[in-house]
């Protein structure tokens, strides 16, 4: 089935560095990846919806400058948690629609910013 | 808009007792409609899912759900639970419709099991 492989899992960084989470379609080509962010005990928000080659739509509230998408290729999106804070720390998980109706999910980053 | 709705935020059964878990949906088209489970620090897992057909889904790990269309439900129900179902559960709803957006997700209904 579709897989979609998220890196890192974990990563602590320090506040005011970059930190960069990568997705990968493994066995498909994902035109479009969802990125979600989940704060502790609470659901999945929708951040942004990046599209292969074209600039990625953020959701209402969500800093452009600071959370960059690219979605370069059909196969790999990135999203960029820049000048990271305290407050950003959360977990991050991406996911693409598969060649039926439904969704996969990448296993998540778990973000701490110290 | 599309939303969904998980009314209970806390859930707590025994093992071996059966579960069901609410989720009502706001569409105004015919949804997709799905489950999730998230085990602590874990990634989403697909429970089962409805597109079409018929309204009683079977799923993995012994769940199924109904499809209600006249009630916009989509109820998650385990006829006996197990100490390892203890985990969060998420509802969300898609659009069928042209393009592919993204799901969206009720607040989640954390299941714990008692021996």
């Known amino acids: 089935g579709a897989v979609v492989s998220q890196h890192p899992s974990r990563v602590i960084c320090k506040s005011g560095t970059s930190v960069k989470i990568e997705c990968r379609s493994l066995?498909?080509?994902?035109?479009?990846m969802f990125w979600y962010r989940q704060f502790p005990k609470q659901s999945l928000m929708l951040m942004a919806t990046?599209?292969?080659?074209?600039?990625?739509?953020?959701e209402q509230g969500v800093e452009k400058d600071k959370f960059l998408i690219n979605h370069a290729s059909l196969t790999l999106s990135t999203l960029t948690v820049t000048s990271a804070h305290p407050e950003d720390s959360s977990f991050y998980i991406c996911?693409?629609?598969?060649?039926?109706?439904?969704?996969?999910f990448g296993s998540g980053t778990r973000l701490t910013v110290v | 808009a599309q939303s969904v709705t998980q009314p209970d935020i806390h859930i707590t059964v025994s093992e071996g007792a059966s579960l069901e878990l609410r989720c009502n949906y706001s569409?105004?088209?015919?949804?997709?409609l799905f489950w999730y489970v998230q085990s602590p620090g874990q990634g989403l897992q697909l429970l089962l899912k409805?597109?079409?057909?018929?309204?009683l889904v079977q799923g993995i790990k012994g769940f199924e759900a109904e499809f209600k269309r006249s009630q916009s439900s989509f109820n998650l129900r385990k006829p006996s639970v197990h100490w390892s179902d203890a985990a969060e559960y998420f509802c969300?709803?898609?659009?069928?419709?042209?393009?592919?957006?993204?799901?969206?997700f009720g607040s989640g209904t954390r299941l714990q099991v008692q021996p």
């Open positions: 996911s693409a629609p598969d060649r039926g109706h439904g969704y996969t």
């Open positions: 066995d498909f080509q994902a035109t479009t």
């Open positions: 990046s599209n292969e080659g074209s600039k990625a739509t953020y």
């Open positions: 569409y105004g088209a015919t949804p997709y």
């Open positions: 409805y597109f079409s057909g018929d309204t």
């Open positions: 969300a709803v898609g659009a069928m419709d042209t393009g592919r957006r993204a799901l969206t």
